[in-house]
């Protein structure tokens, strides 16, 4: 892709270069799940794998233009990858300073089901209207000492009532 992810990039590249660590993305890429792995994951019922971009950039950063690219091109890489539909997006930095009306309107234009953000937040009726802006319940086992009782009070929604203080977030 050209434009300003690709220039962002190389910045990165450089700077990370300038401290001596230019294998960063090979760093990185041994973190990440191996199509191979995606492909077995996605093949399982109860999995759905979902677009993210491509570059991981905050997209409110981006031209439109470039934002509906990384959605795409997310997406189109995914699904000839999985050879599954992709209609899922979770935004890479989905703050309300990272996302808003316009994100929301250009991943309804790519044709996603839902988007997710990263607000912390349960799902109430009203979301029906709202699939753009979707709310999360984070999951995660370092933060969660890997206690399952940590995790029921996410999934059954206790966690994020008490953190919204018992409000309803849209």
Known sequence: MNGPSNDLNQQIRQVFKNYD?????KKTSALALT???IREMSADPLVEIGA??????????LTDFAVQ???EGSRDKIESEI????EHFSYPFGTR????????????????????TTTIANIFKEHKDLLEQLPRI??????DNGKINYLNLWLNGTLP???NKFKKIL
């Open 83 to 86: 050879n599954q539909k992709v």
């Open 21 to 25: 660590i230019d294998d960063f993305i």
């Open 52 to 61: 993210h971009t491509i570059n991981h950039h905050a997209l409110s950063k």
């Open 97 to 116: 300073k990272e996302v808003g009306q316009r994100e929301f309107r250009i991943a309804k234009k790519c044709g996603f089901k839902t988007s997710t």
């Open 161 to 163: 009532c008490i953190i």
């Open 35 to 37: 199509w191979e792995q």
């Open 138 to 143: 984070p999951v995660n086992q370092k933060r």
């Open 69 to 71: 690219k990384e959605m």
